[in-house]
């Protein structure tokens, strides 16, 4: 019913040109990748902090958020939250509680999402 396309050297060839495609693309991805967010160190206590709380050293936050961050943690309902909502929802949340922590957090978040937007916007004008 089905032929075996493994003999036939035209979709051997259609295959690698394929792979060498993908290939190409994704190396292209990770430059424009690297050229947005050049100045981005995911190891910083700020980015690992936005990430997960929970694996942060209070030590190596800015000392103006440390007691805050520290309320943070001690408030029982928020690893519940950090586990049911997704990532911006519980910075937002947590900015009504603990303004300065979720802040820092935010400024990391948001501009990802405002770059996906214009650069949706820009897409759908061109």
Known sequence: MFSSTTGNNKNQRLDEDVKTDIAAHLKA??????RYYSDINPET????????PFVVDV???PEDI?????EMKADSTMKD????????KFWIKRFLLNPKVASHALQIIVPFSSTYLCETGFSALV
């Not at 991805?29 to 690297?34: A, G, V």
């Not at 440390?66 to 520290?70: A, G, I, P, S, V």
């Not at 939250?81 to 911006?88: G, K």
């Open 29 to 34: 991805l990770k430059h424009e990748f690297q």
């Open 45 to 52: 206590p700020i980015w690992l902090m936005t990430r997960n």
């Open 59 to 61: 030590l190596q936050l």
């Open 66 to 70: 440390q007691e805050e961050f520290l």
């Open 81 to 88: 939250d950090f586990h049911l909502l997704t990532l911006e």
